[in-house]
């Protein structure tokens, strides 16, 4: 089970600070991502994170200004979002799959955290 929380409304060039908890049975390799979907668009991946050894991965879109973390002792991983563009409202969304590697294709991601809404003004 996946609970994600953080989000909200924020003035472009402010931040905001997403985060993820897993409960319940987990596998002992995996990687947890975080997705967002906009209106009336496809659900499109943001930044991934191997468990095992804290490697990321990030869309070109979020570089630079993007951070995932991971804080193994309470399974959670937080999305530092920096910098934000109106263009980065969305419902944001964290998932994980087995397997080391970090996939964008949200098919291949087995659990689905509730979704949180972000939502930049410009």
């Known amino acids: 089970q996946l609970q994600a929380s953080g989000g909200g409304l924020v003035q472009a060039g402010g931040s905001l600070r997403l985060s993820c908890a897993a409960s319940?049975?987990?596998?002992?390799?995996?990687?947890m991502s975080w997705f967002r979907q906009a209106p009336g668009k496809e659900r499109e991946f943001v930044a991934g994170?191997?468990?095992?050894?804290?490697?990321?991965d990030y869309a070109d879109s979020v570089k630079g200004r993007f951070t995932n973390s991971r804080d193994n002792a309470k399974n959670t991983v937080s999305l530092q979002m920096n910098s934000l563009k109106s263009e980065d409202t969305a419902v944001y969304y964290c998932a994980v799959k087995p397997g080391a590697t970090v996939n964008i294709t949200p098919r291949t991601y087995s659990a689905w955290g509730q979704g949180t809404q972000v939502t930049v003004s410009s």
């Open positions: 994170i191997r468990w095992s050894d804290g490697r990321t």
């Open positions: 319940g049975r987990t596998f002992s390799i995996y990687v």
